[in-house]
């Protein structure tokens, strides 16, 4: 199963694969906070450490808002992310 890392909380999670990364925050009391849930307020942006190709791919419509809040190019937003293999994140400042 893959391993989420959290590098903010010190915590690492295990999760079915395809697995929400909205659900695996909300199941494990992180730090990532969430707003609209829909990709449209950048409130849950992280920054993605090691593993982002096992991040479900960005989509136009996330990649359009992180280009507008002038994101890193290892930022997203996890409200938008399922799990696909081993990721270490942390909340993006
Ligand atoms: S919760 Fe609003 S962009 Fe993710």
Known sequence: MPKVTIKTDNKTIEVAQGYAMIDLCEDHDTSILFGCRDGAC????IRVLEG???LSPIRDDER???ETMAAEPNERLACQCKVLGDVKIEVSE
């Open 42 to 45: 950048g409130a849950c942006m």
């Open 52 to 54: 982002a190709e096992n």
């Open 64 to 66: 359009d808002f992180l």
